[in-house]
């Protein structure tokens, strides 16, 4: 038989395939467990449900499911530059915003190229990067978070993209204004600057940087942002990038045809419409995470101080064995082995019932 495996490009060749969070249903199956009875704390997800806004939206675009949805995304785009303070033409629309850094990479990347980003880091980076044979250099963290210095001395002439979240998945770690614009102001202007977003409206006030006050002045800095988790319609996956007119331009070039549906742009406008719900996400998230720092404190745990949705949470031992016990509980959080950080789990922060079946299964789970 062919080896199809050897046909493929290099960089496709090293890959492991993404790896997601542990869904219900198959959870259920396995271990023959009431999908009713199952917490799952796994995926980043608002456990808030969509907003009615949204509901209300989806359920008016239904009798148009025959049709294309607008390929340019015009109504969306329109709303987004508004809130944004761009011009529709700085505005791109992806299949969630890990389309969006797909195609920063197919654009912008190549064999003979690479991508810098950090240890811990979201694992699409890599995944895009070496998808299309540009090499990954990862920098070290720092204290689990982006070594903005480290970074910018990876630079190389062959350089096209950095990848920065903030905060930044799985470690919930983040850096303050002063040193995202000491860092911005060093990146070669012919480097692109990648500015994920994807947590970003769970900080409040100048907790964390806003992305879009630095567009006008560099034209180097895409900024990346999404509705799957503040705004709660991860199931239909909508993301969006914000750039200058040229970036945007580059690519709507190599961005699929009507890669998002009718359903989400109608839902994921609807939603910004909806600011009660993104505050009422906000406060259930700030609530959260408190009831599970003072839980986990009082178990004896320690964690990264995250800014994000959920906790990465250090066992300080290897954790496949307590993730097993867990899933035998009915609770699904996630390893982040892959990531290089065996020791700890991430946990999503759910409504407060689901928080607090999680700290009384790991309870369970630490005293056995």
């Known amino acids: ?17 993404y790896v997601p969070g542990k869904p219900v249903d198959e959870l259920a199956r396995e271990l023959d467990l009431d999908p009713a009875s199952i917490v799952k704390l796994a995926s980043n997800e608002n456990p808030l449900g969509p907003s009615p806004k949204a509901l209300e939206a989806i359920r008016a675009e239904l009798a148009e499911l025959t049709r294309y ?34 195609l920063v990479a197919r654009a912008y990347l190549a064999p003979g190229l690479n991508a810098v980003f950090s240890q811990y880091a979201f694992a699409v980076y890599p995944i895009a990067t070496q998808a299309v044979g540009a090499q990954g250099k990862v920098v070290p963290a720092q204290d689990y978070g982006h070594d903005l210095e480290a970074m910018l001395v990876a630079i190389d002439e062959n350089t096209r993209v950095v990848f920065i979240a903030n905060p930044n998945n799985p470690t919930g770690t983040w850096f303050g204004p002063e040193a995202l614009e000491r860092f911005l102001s060093q990146v070669p202007s012919n480097v692109l600057v990648v500015l994920d977003e994807a947590y970003i409206e769970y900080a409040e006030g100048d907790e964390l940087p806003d992305g879009l006050k630095y567009l006008a002045r560099y034209d180097n800095l895409l900024v990346s942002r999404t509705f799957s988790k503040a705004y709660g319609l991860a199931a239909l996956r909508v993301g969006y990038a914000l750039s200058s007119a040229q970036i945007a331009d580059v690519l709507n070039r190599v961005r699929q045809p009507f890669n998002v549906n009718s359903l989400a742009l109608a839902a994921a406008y609807a939603t910004l419409d909806d600011g009660d719900y993104l505050t009422q996400s906000r406060q259930l998230n ?10 986990l404190s009082a178990l004896g745990l320690s964690w990264v101080p995250s800014k994000g949705n959920f906790i990465a949470v250090d066992f300080a031992r290897d954790t496949a064995a307590i993730n097993q016990a867990l899933l035998r509980a009915g609770v699904i959080v996630r390893p982040v082995a892959g990531y290089g950080m065996p020791n700890f789990l991430r946990v999503s922060i759910g409504l407060p019932a689901e928080n607090a079946r999680f700290l009384e299964a790991l309870a369970e789970v630490l005293r056995t």
């Open 69 to 102: 949805p607008d390929g340019n995304g015009f109504e969306l785009k329109s709303r987004l530059a508004a809130c944004c303070a761009v011009q529709v033409n700085q505005v791109t629309l992806g299949n969630g915003s890990n389309d969006i850094l797909d």
């Open 1 to 17: 038989m062919t080896d199809f495996l050897a046909l493929a490009q290099p960089g496709v060749q090293q890959l492991s395939p």
């Open 286 to 295: 700030d609530a959260g995470m408190a009831q599970l720092e003072v839980g």
